[in-house]
């Protein structure tokens, strides 16, 4: 095996000096980014552990296996390397994965790829891989600048090395096409032909227990294993539904631009100049739409500064092979609350799972010396993406709720403090009836916005029970008169209804909230 | 030789600062400490508990949270919180539910999202009961009955609550995990 970096002749005093800087270093979590720029100058160019040292269990010595002979069965077939290929441009579940088990009977220049690979596996053969891991799987990964990826992948000339996404440690193990053996660190992408070898986290074999209880049939089934998503959601068979633009929503914003009206006016009574009386409807329902930041350094070290929050980790990563960061994921909330006219307030919570790549997209350096002279990629800055979570929340019904909502985001981290509660002072609507004119017995709103009644101002205590020490990322106030499309813009794929974004000016979220249609 | 003893210490004092979680909680006995209900048809034994303080509007403890999650996969999970007042001695007094089932979004599938069910209204005829007691400072008891998003009667009419039965409760009675 290669060592390309010794110390030596390193004195004691230097070595002491450098352990503790490097713990310390390793403990901080105040600036992860500072301490990734630090260790990428410490570490980007050497390996970073013994490759036989760092496979640590049962299965990851199969993959270290499997990963030995999968480079020389790429060196020799370049019929296998178009397998590879071919496959992971059809994806799994939209990902660039190949599943071993899948294409073990598809033939090559000199057998199947199960035989290929079983010549070059030493002491053991892929079916016993298979009994210790079923949904072994190898990814070709999309790396920065279209450095390589399966569409731009020449199998004719480009021979790819073979790195190993491992449980026990974030380095990586990688052999490269010549099969010589290293680690290298986590903060390195290669910027080289590269496949990763990983046991598919979103595919599940029979061999697991829960196996007939998830949903839907198997994708694949073979002589000894059959194959499921364990969500029916990661098929790529299934079918996102098409969004619009809401045609009630458009209309509310035509009636109510030239007189100033409320948008909801219409959107929840139906309410307009030559209409002004209406029941509320139960048809729309308040939503959670897209989030995003115009500050996404202040986001990221507001919200992962918690053991278990994502962190950048630029290699070829775990849980989402398409991003690199460590393992984990934010979960936000949104508390909504609003006064009730029946007495107590309400706080409701709304709470959802986001991914670090669904909120951050990341930047790299390229940098050369990697090994040798393998050019490499670290990281450089973040910036922002944007995600829906389309939530529907709550109806907004001005008989019995105040005209404005307050919404408090926090990402949750592990809670040490539960604590009671908040007061709030809110406008109630009182111009409601009943009008015989529209022939129906329930209670309408009479009049655009507050009628000719006047509003009636009271404070109630919302009993909430508060989240202490969590990332609180500031509170928002939604009002019922507020504009929920701000502008029409025409355009030659139609018209553009941009709507409002909360928050815009406090630095961590911004975010839509508007009225959806539920039902 | 000095010299090298401090660096042995210094190497001492990185590894066992950094130690991990995992490594730090295996030296703790296993605890008893369980959540378990019914929840559409599945039965949920929540273990793991994580405890934190319970206090008022001075920040003076009053009681005590448990809170757990049951992963069902990257995505999908249930998560209960049960809060409690007490004196750490005989008394407790229940205080509060959460119970959150991670789903995907009806009209949009790959977001997976939870309401917060966490309110109990027995006085709107939709029963929660519980019944519970405190004992060598443990609590343990049964709970069974609807739990809801919100407890506006307008809300009530068009959100659903869910239905929790089977729980039961066994947990130490302190206000941190230590």
């Known amino acids: 095996m290669k060592k390309l970096t010794k110390l030596k002749n390193v004195n004691f005093v230097f070595l002491g000096t450098s352990l503790l800087m490097l713990g310390i270093s390793a403990c901080s979590s105040e600036d992860v980014l500072e301490n990734v720029e630090q260790e990428v100058n410490y570490a980007s160019r050497d390996e970073t552990a013994n490759f036989e040292m760092i496979f640590a269990n049962e299965k990851e010595i199969a993959m270290r296996d499997f990963s030995i002979a999968l480079v020389k069965s790429l060196n020799q077939s370049l019929q296998f390397r178009q397998i590879i290929k071919n496959e992971a441009e059809e994806a799994i579940n939209l990902d660039p994965e190949v599943l071993i088990y899948k294409i073990k009977n598809l033939g090559t220049e000199t057998g199947t790829v199960e035989s290929l690979i079983n010549s070059n596996l030493s002491g053991r053969n892929l079916y016993d891989i298979f009994e210790i891991m079923p949904t072994l799987t190898v990814l070709v990964p999309e790396l920065p600048e279209e450095e390589f990826n399966a569409e731009n992948w020449d199998t004719s000339t480009e021979i790819p090395a073979v790195a190993v996404r491992l449980f026990t440690s974030n380095d990586t193990p990688i052999i490269l096409s010549d099969n010589s053996q290293h680690v290298i660190s986590k903060e390195i992408i290669p910027a080289f032909p590269v496949v990763v070898v990983k046991e598919n986290e979103r595919i599940i074999s029979n061999r697991q227990s829960n196996f007939l209880e998830i949903e839907g049939d198997p994708f694949f089934v073979g002589e000894n294993f059959s194959f499921k998503f364990s969500s029916p959601y990661f098929s790529k068979w299934f079918l996102r539904p098409f969004f619009r633009n809401d045609q009630k929503l458009v209309d509310a914003y035509n009636f109510s631009k030239d007189i100033e009206g409320w948008q909801r006016d219409y959107i929840y009574y139906g309410i307009e100049p030559a209409n002004p009386n209406g029941p509320y409807t139960y048809d729309y329902s308040e939503t959670i739409g897209t989030m995003t930041t115009e500050q996404p350094q202040a986001l990221y070290s507001k919200i992962s500064e918690q053991t278990g929050d994502p962190f950048i980790n630029p290699l070829i990563h775990p849980n989402h092979n398409m991003s690199h960061w460590k393992d984990g994921g934010y979960e936000f909330c949104f508390r909504v609350t609003s006064n009730s006219k029946a007495g107590a307030g309400q706080a409701q919570n709304f709470k959802f799972p986001v991914r670090a790549d669904q909120l951050f997209e990341l930047e790299y350096e390229r940098g050369t010396g990697l090994l040798g002279a393998l050019g490499y990629f670290t990281f450089k800055d973040i910036s922002s993406k944007s995600y829906n979570p389309n939530i529907p929340t709550i109806g907004w019904n001005l008989e019995t709720k105040a005209t404005e909502f307050i919404i408090t985001i926090f990402e949750e981290d592990s809670t040490e403090e539960i604590n009671q509660s908040i007061s709030v002072d809110s406008e109630f609507a009182t111009n409601f009836g009943i009008d015989i004119n529209l022939g129906i017995s329930e209670i309408v709103k009479l009049g655009l916005k507050f009628g000719g009644s006047t509003k009636n101002t009271r404070s109630n205590s919302i009993s909430v029970k508060k989240t202490l020490i969590t990332d609180d990322l500031g509170d928002y106030v939604i009002n019922f008169q507020d504009k929920v499309i701000l502008s029409e813009t025409v355009t030659g794929f139609g018209n553009l209804y941009p709507k409002r974004f909360y928050g815009a000016n406090n630095g961590y979220i911004k975010f839509n909230y508007y009225p959806k249609a539920v039902q | ?178």
């Open chain 2, 1 to 178: 030789m000095k010299l090298i003893k401090n660096i042995l210490l210094f190497s001492f004092i990185i590894a066992t600062s950094c130690s991990t979680d995992d490594e730090i909680q295996s030296q703790k006995p296993e605890s008893k400490d369980i959540i378990s209900l019914e929840y559409e048809g599945k039965r949920f034994d929540f273990k793991n508990l994580h405890h934190g303080k319970y206090t008022d509007k001075d920040r003076n403890l009053i009681g005590f949270f448990a809170e757990a999650e049951i992963v069902i996969d990257d995505q999908h999970k249930n998560r209960v919180l049960l809060l409690f007042k007490t004196d750490f001695k005989n008394n407790v007094e229940f205080a509060g539910i959460e119970f959150t089932p991670f789903k995907p979004a009806p009209t949009y599938p790959h977001n997976v999202y939870a309401y917060v069910y966490q309110y109990i209204m027995t006085q709107h005829g939709s029963p929660f009961k519980i019944d519970i007691k405190m004992e060598n400072g443990r609590i343990t008891g049964s709970f069974e009955g609807y739990v809801h998003r919100s407890a506006d009667p307008f809300d009530m009419t068009h959100m659903d609550p869910v239905y929790l039965s089977a729980g039961t409760i066994d947990i130490e009675a302190k206000s941190d995990n230590n």
